[in-house]
């Protein structure tokens, strides 16, 4: 028999929540016909503003062949366009298109919604503890990528997409 202590292991704690937010969000997000991949994409552009299909690929930690697939379905779907930039054509740009933003609202308050169910009878001061602590994590593995917050493109219900008290933009 092959032993782990689950209980002690903040890897299996934070996988397992992770994975349990994705699946929450991407029931949540089907009824706008948009997968939790494509909606953290979304978010990063709103984030960014634009970014190149590489960054893009960075930030969301995920192999290029892998956002290719995401980014072509996208592109079909017309949620973002994909052009070359005309500093370095090896480079794609990824934007937004005018199709998002009738929805983004909706699909902003897809977040919001499972992080409300996610946080239920969480005292703020145990989030804020929470938050602090996956940061330092985030700084230790050398991942805490966020840096300041850019001018945001798309605008969520209350302001930018940077919602209330998030470190990320993909909640």
């Known amino acids: 028999m092959i032993r782990f202590d689950f209980e002690k292991s903040v890897g299996y704690w934070i996988f397992s929540t992770g994975h349990m937010l994705s699946r929450a969000m ?7 016909g948009i ?14 503003g634009e970014i190149t299909q590489s960054e893009l690929a960075e930030q969301m930690r995920i192999e290029a062949p892998t956002l290719v697939g995401v980014i072509d379905r996208m ?3 017309g949620w973002i366009t994909r052009e ?14 005018d199709k ?7 699909m902003v308050n897809c977040a919001l919604s499972v992080r409300a169910r996610a946080i239920v009878g969480i005292p703020e001061e ?15 593995m050398g991942e805490n990528v966020l840096g300041p917050v850019p001018t945001n493109t798309l605008v969520a219900p209350t302001g930018p997409t940077k919602v209330s ?7």
């Open 165 to 171: 008290n998030a470190t990320s933009p993909v909640d």
């Open 35 to 48: 997968t939790y991949r494509q909606w953290e994409v979304l978010a990063w552009l709103s984030y960014h």
């Open 75 to 77: 592109e079909r779907d």
């Open 126 to 140: 145990d989030l804020e503890v929470m938050r602090r602590t996956l940061s330092a994590m985030r700084d230790n």
């Open 26 to 32: 991407n029931e949540e997000l089907s009824t706008h």
């Open 100 to 106: 998002v933003r009738p929805v983004w609202e909706q």
């Open 84 to 97: 070359t930039d005309p500093c370095d054509r090896r480079k794609k740009i990824i934007r937004a298109t």
